[in-house]
């Protein structure tokens, strides 16, 4: 075969197309296919017949060219088709394009797949017409290798903005947050202790509130920014430091007031990293003055809540103190001989003057739970005595409006429990009280029943039920709210302040129970509370049972202290009345220099009063009295506070009654107190009756009417102080108070065997008796004289 030049070129162009990796395709003007090469062939997966004559896209399976009937060229992707751009291009300018990338979706093999070309699309003139080669190189695989490479360098960038956004974030946040932070590195010495740190970093609320910038800060150590502080301090915090930054766990620092800074702080510590810690300080100087002032202002508040009770007590003496004057006199007029009408008159007088009290008690306990301030008492007491004494004191009017009275009590109820006796006793004085008030006809009935014993503890459940006017549901919303009543006509008819309730709910309350209601209008109304007691054994409440009166059948020598003019002579005339021998003071001042020149039974004493008051008269007299001598001491008080006899008792006065004084009370008193003193004094007979021998080699015994311990000189004093007492003019008015005297002279002459003059004073003593005045003023005189001439001889 002869090889011409034409002929070796074509043959040249065919083989180098032929032979060519990459697919390569002859189209003509049509865009038609005309030639194909064997690496395009095998790509397409066809055979050369078939791939010829078709249009270029349909050839290649291209997707664009199945969305129009006729082809390539016509879908709505090949509007977009670079390769088709670049084809028509081609065809148009004969300038070659070569390096276009781009992506094709082609149906291969019934899948759907996308691949990238690199196409170069070149002229090429064949039979003068301009014909194109175009040259497709498979990228797919190149490209996935440089998208996951681009994939994964996008991601690194990202995550590493991601990374410095985060760091600027908590950068910001450290930076910018309202406590002081610092970062610091601990220092550790050869044996690994921490001796000192560095400041590697802190925010501009340091900056602030220490006046410091960061450049003063950051690189020191603590040594050299704090040289001055005491190593002492310095040293336990390393210590703390240190435990910190090699334990890990955060330390919570005590607040503390910084000199440096004149503020206070508190500190949080915490290790991010080993050797590493973070201080946190929070400036508390605002809180703390805020706290400061809030506790003055709480200080203040209960100053003002003091002084509303105190003004309270005190508005309490003052109307007390005139209805103490009206019940007494009242009650002593009661004793005489009046006629029926004025018997009447003074009792619908009394009834009025206790209705008043009952007020005043009510307003007093009110304010006092509404300060906070009531205690409830945790003492021993008897169940069953406690309800007896309470249904006797309503006795009397549920007779008078001919109602029946009961006391249910189950006898499975423990006696002896652990509680407040006097406010249960007040709550059920309260609602027998309203139950006797709204009831007419009929009955009322207090019921007590166990609802369980567990555990030393018994829960009892109280209910007073009555036949009574009974309350509409509606009104019973308005039950137990203060000054509530259930409306203004009953109010009128039956009287009341509206409070009872309210008082009774909070006691129950704060007991630790609740009180409910179940009424029906007309037909009658049950107030039912239960309360859980500690069984108790032992008793420390007084109830009546217990008391045996004895001994004051005597007549007492009594002391009254009380400035109140007509307080005084109702209570003189109170006790005369029971035939006590009376001597009064009006302040402590006088009443102390009578009790150092007398022996007295009892004394009562005012708490107010001027001069000299009750509290400091009675701690005199039991510093004078020592172990010696134990006069019983009454409080006579105005006040009605709870919690006011365990504070008088714990002043030194054994007992304590309040104003209005009842005469079954005082009585009642007198006797506990004169027993208490006998009993005391009967027990120290019998553990420690001693017997001395005189001076003249005499066997003494010592009774109990002669103070244990008493040397010569001072039983010498008291007879003087005596002798002294019965020669006033004054007092030979009073035979039972020369009786008295002469008799406590006699038994002191027995003790130091003066016997002249125990005959002459046991001489007065039944001149006295006989209240023959005349015969024991003679003998008073000669008493007086054998004493001075005794004394003179004595020494
Ligand atoms: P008061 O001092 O007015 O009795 P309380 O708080 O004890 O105050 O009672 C408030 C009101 O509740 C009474 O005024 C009365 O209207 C009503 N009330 C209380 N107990 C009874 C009762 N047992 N029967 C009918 N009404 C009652």
Redesign the pocket.
């Known amino acids: 075969m002869t090889i011409n030049k034409e002929n070796t070129e074509t043959s040249n162009f065919e083989l180098i197309f032929e032979t060519s990796p990459i697919g390569m395709f002859l189209l003509n003007e049509y865009s038609l296919v005309k030639k194909i090469n064997n690496a395009a062939l095998e790509f397409l997966n066809q055979n050369r017949k078939d791939a010829l004559n078709k249009r270029f896209g349909n050839e290649i399976h291209c997707q664009g060219s199945t969305e129009d009937i006729q082809g390539c060229g016509f879908g709505l992707q090949c509007q977009s088709c670079k390769l088709q751009l670049a084809i028509n291009s081609v065809l148009k300018t004969g300038q070659a394009i070569t390096g276009v990338e781009y992506a094709k979706v082609l149906i291969h093999n019934g899948e759907t797949r996308k691949y990238w070309f690199r196409a170069s699309v070149t002229p090429i003139m064949i039979s003068e017409k301009c014909n194109v080669v175009v040259a497709l190189d498979n990228i797919t695989d190149s490209k996935a290798v440089e998208d996951s490479t681009k994939k994964s360098e996008t991601e690194l960038l990202l995550s590493e903005e991601k990374q410095r956004v985060l760091y600027e974030r908590y950068r910001s946040l450290i930076m910018n947050m309202p406590d002081s932070f610092t970062y610091n590195k601990v220092i550790y010495d050869e044996d690994g202790t921490p001796v000192d740190y560095e400041v590697l970093e802190i925010n501009e609320a340091y900056e602030k509130t220490f006046n410091v910038s960061r450049a003063e800060i950051i690189g020191k150590r603590h040594s050299e920014l704090f040289f001055g502080d005491d190593p002492e301090i310095f040293r336990q915090g390393m210590v703390e430091y240190g435990e910190v930054a090699s334990t890990g766990v955060g330390l919570i620092l005590p607040v503390y007031y910084s000199e440096w800074s004149e503020r206070w702080f508190s500190m949080k510590l915490y290790s991010p990293e080993p050797s590493f810690f973070v201080s946190i300080i929070t400036d508390m100087t605002k809180r703390i003055q805020v706290e400061n002032e809030l506790h003055l202002a709480k200080e203040k508040a209960e100053a003002v809540n003091r002084a509303k009770s105190e003004f309270l007590a005190n508005m309490s003496h003052e109307i007390r103190t005139p209805i103490n004057g009206i019940v007494g006199m009242i009650d002593l007029t009661l004793l005489k001989v009046i006629n029926q009408e004025q018997r009447q008159n003074l009792e619908i007088a009394k009834a009025c003057a206790d209705s008043l009290l009952k007020i005043i008690n ?1 307003i007093l306990d009110f304010s006092k739970i509404e300060a906070g301030k009531l205690v409830i008492e945790k003492i021993g007491f008897n169940m069953g005595d406690l309800l007896d004494s309470t249904i006797k004191t309503h006795s009397p009017l549920a007779m008078k409006k001919k109602l029946e009275l009961k006391c249910d009590f189950s006898s499975s109820i423990p006696q002896t429990m652990q509680g407040d006796p006097n406010r249960l006793k007040q709550i059920l004085n ?1 609602l027998l ?3 006797l ?3 007419e006809h009929g009955s009322v009935t207090l019921s007590v029943k166990e609802l369980s014993i567990m555990d030393e503890m018994v829960e009892v459940m109280f209910a007073i039920c ?1 036949s ?4 509409s549901e509606q ?1 019973q919303e308005k ?1 137990f709210r203060n000054f ?4 203004g006509s ?2 009128r008819k ?9 008082i009774s709910k909070q006691l129950v309350q704060m007991m630790g129970g609740t009180i409910t209601v179940e ?1 029906q209008k007309g037909k009658g ?1 049950t ?1 039912s509370f239960s309360l859980k007691f500690l069984l108790s054994e032992k008793l420390s409440y007084p109830t009546q049972d217990t008391f045996t009166p004895n001994h004051t059948t005597k007549p007492l020598r009594i002391l009254i202290v009380e400035d109140d003019k007509v307080n005084l002579m109702v209570l003189t005339l109170m006790l005369k009345e029971k035939g006590h021998f009376i001597e009064s003071a009006s302040n402590g001042f006088e009443a102390l220099s009578l009790h150092e020149k007398n022996v007295y039974d009892v004394i009562f004493m005012d708490i107010q009063m001027p001069i000299m008051d009750g509290i400091e008269a009675t701690a005199k007299i039991r510093e004078r009295e020592g172990e010696r001598r134990h006069t019983p001491i009454i409080a006579l008080t105005a006040y009605a506070l709870v919690g006011d006899r365990e504070k008088f008792l714990s002043y030194g006065l054994d007992e304590y009654i309040p104003k209005p004084i009842k005469m079954c009370e005082l009585s009642q008193l007198l006797e506990v107190v004169v027993n208490r003193g006998i009993s005391a004094k009967k027990s120290g007979d019998e553990s420690e009756q001693e017997v001395k021998i005189s001076d003249s080699g005499k066997v003494l015994n010592l009774s109990y009417d002669v103070p244990l311990g008493v040397d010569r000189d001072v039983t010498l004093q008291e007879i003087s102080r005596d002798i002294e007492e019965i020669s006033r003019p004054l007092t030979y008015e009073d035979m039972n108070l020369i009786e008295e005297i002469a008799h406590k002279i006699k038994n002191n002459c027995n003790l130091i065997e003066a016997d002249e003059l125990k005959t002459l004073a046991f001489k007065i003593e039944l001149a006295a008796r006989r209240e023959n005045q005349e015969q024991a003023i003679d003998y008073i005189l000669s008493l007086k004289k054998e004493f001075e001439i005794y004394l003179f001889l004595e020494h």
């Not at 009574?468 to 309350?471: K, W």
């Not at 509530?484 to 409306?487: H, K, N, R």
């Not at 039956?494 to 309210?502: D, E, Q, R, S, V």
């Open positions: 009510d309260n009280n309203n139950a008030k709204f009831t009555d009574g006017i009974g309350i009104d039950l509530s009543q259930v409306d009953i109010t039956y009287g009341g302040t509206g409070l009872g309730l309210a009424s109304s107030f």
